[in-house]
């Protein structure tokens, strides 16, 4: 059930209205309805993807809840340790199973051909034919929960009905973001409510949505990226580079719209989510880039993986190898192949690279406060104010075209393919019949709108959220119009939902 189909438009609209008609009844019983219809509608939707691995997500759901509490009721150290590593176990297990027991077979198939020099292959019988839609966000979201009452950052809540739910709310349930419990579980305690700026900024959240999939991520992803991945070599140099920056474009209108969608849906239906995009081409540094680009999983990833590695807390080696594993098992996250592991390679030797750059910047500073003021004042002036732009510009394009080389690796399915786009752009051939005026300013578009004022994307939504409302609902008219026209034959499938 795709965000940018009918379909969903249909069965949010019978959510809406089922959800609030049980909202309108104050008594702590109807707002138990209203939780008890979600819960229902959530596992309905994710049961029209397949309906067989509804067991699973209500089994890891049931098994977390309960080891949570038995976790929280026990004060031996050891006893809770090993709770807590049988949740891990279980749900990674879980996702190690569905999600690369495929890869696992086929790597060491592959080992025992070229040690034995043999011809070796899986047969079908050992696969895992189709794995679970959504399953490494859910897990990694009811993981996170288990690990916090171990903490002690969370009480382990009371409620069976209101975990269930916060783990299968359908908004976030397929492809994020990636929710903590103390964000979510508080919101489903509270007696709900929809204030008309709320249903404005939802119904706007919605519509940005759906204008970057439909109208730039899918036309990008159609008419340019595709074409250009699956057969470089036809291509000149200039439109495979063209392609390679449409597929930045695309991945990010792509998941931010699908983003956007979930955090406008929940909100319609009373409840918030964390923002999980802030212009992530605008990153002056790889560091800066994940504080911007999916900021659920980053921050996921530095509290429950970097920082119980140790972070930054031992010597500058350890920092690194910390940087390295995080960022290693972050690729392998998106998924069962060795591009994304060399993905995640890329990104954690950009971020080391980063971080002792940084640090040799600060040592140099910190050199120069110990010199006389005079000469401190000599050295600013020599640095003037003008050059800061510039500076900051060049470090924006250069981070920007590190991530567009990593997300080559990212996007085909081979290295050897990899390799031919790098070796294409290198021919510098500069031909592009494959490039009309129309495509190319959907690219700049998509790239460009990162560099907007904060202030007027606020003021647009703020213009929204304050017009009456028939003019929102003529304004959502000619948005519907226009997606209809730019739509393609069939609905294509947000990128994250592969993750």
Not at 87 to 108: M, R, S
């Amino acid at each position: 059930m795709l965000f940018n189909t009918l379909r969903y438009a249909e069965f949010f609209a019978a959510v809406f209205v089922g959800s609030w008609a049980l909202a309108r009844f104050a008594r702590t019983s109807a707002n138990r309805a209203r939780l008890v219809f979600l819960l229902l509608v959530s596992y309905g939707f994710y049961a029209a993807w397949d309906w067989r691995y509804l067991p699973l997500i209500f089994a890891s759901s049931t098994v977390d809840f309960l080891l949570a509490r038995a976790i929280a009721r026990e004060s031996r150290p050891r006893a809770r340790r090993a709770m807590l590593i049988a949740t891990v176990a279980l749900n990674l297990g879980f996702l190690g199973f569905f999600k690369y027991w495929n890869f696992a077979i086929e790597n060491a198939a592959a080992l025992r051909a070229l040690l034995t020099g043999e011809p070796t292959t899986v047969g079908t019988a050992f696969r895992v034919l189709l794995p679970p839609v959504g399953i490494s966000f859910f897990t990694f979201e009811s993981m996170s929960y288990v690990i916090d009452v171990y903490r002690g950052e969370l009480r382990p809540h009371k409620s069976y009905l209101r975990y269930l739910l916060f783990v299968a709310f359908f908004p976030h349930l397929v492809a994020g973001p990636i929710v903590r419990p103390r964000d979510l579980l508080p919101q489903f305690e509270r007696a709900p409510s929809l204030t008309r700026e709320q249903g404005g900024e939802g119904m706007f959240l919605v519509a940005i949505g759906l204008v970057k999939k439909v109208v730039l991520s899918d036309q990008l992803a159609l008419n340019l990226v595709d074409r250009v991945f699956e057969r470089p070599e036809n291509y000149s140099a200039l439109e495979v580079l063209a392609g390679v920056y449409g597929y930045a474009a695309q991945i990010y209108c792509d998941f931010s719209g699908y983003t956007d969608i979930a955090i406008g849906s929940a909100l319609l239906l009373g409840v918030r989510f964390p923002k999980n995009f802030d212009a992530p081409y605008k990153a002056r540094n790889l560091a800066d880039f994940w504080r911007r680009w999916h900021i659920s999983l980053s921050t996921w990833l530095r509290d429950y993986l970097y920082i119980p590695l140790g972070g930054n807390r031992g010597s500058e080696l350890a920092t690194y190898r910390n940087l390295m594993i995080t960022m290693l098992l972050g690729g392998l996250w998106h998924g069962a192949s060795w591009n994304f592991v060399f993905w995640g390679f890329l990104h954690g030797l950009g971020l080391a690279v980063t971080r002792a750059f940084q640090r040799a910047v600060r040592r140099r500073r910190s050199g120069a406060e110990g010199e006389g003021a005079g000469e401190v004042a000599g050295r600013a002036s020599a640095s003037p104010s003008l050059l800061r732009f510039p500076l900051h510009a060049l470090c924006v394009l250069l981070t920007f075209h590190y991530v567009c080389f990593a997300w080559i690796f990212f996007r085909v399915p081979t290295f050897s393919q990899a390799v031919l786009i790098l070796r294409q752009i290198g021919t510098l051939t500069t031909f592009h019949p494959n490039l009309p005026p129309v495509l190319v300013a959907l690219l700049g578009a998509a790239l460009l709108s990162h560099y907007v004022p904060e202030r007027l994307y606020e003021r647009a939504r703020a213009s929204f959220i304050a017009a009456p409302a028939p003019l929102q609902g003529a304004l959502l008219f000619l948005v519907a119009v226009g997606l209809h026209e730019a739509a393609s034959a069939t609905a294509v499938p947000f990128v994250y939902f592969q993750f």
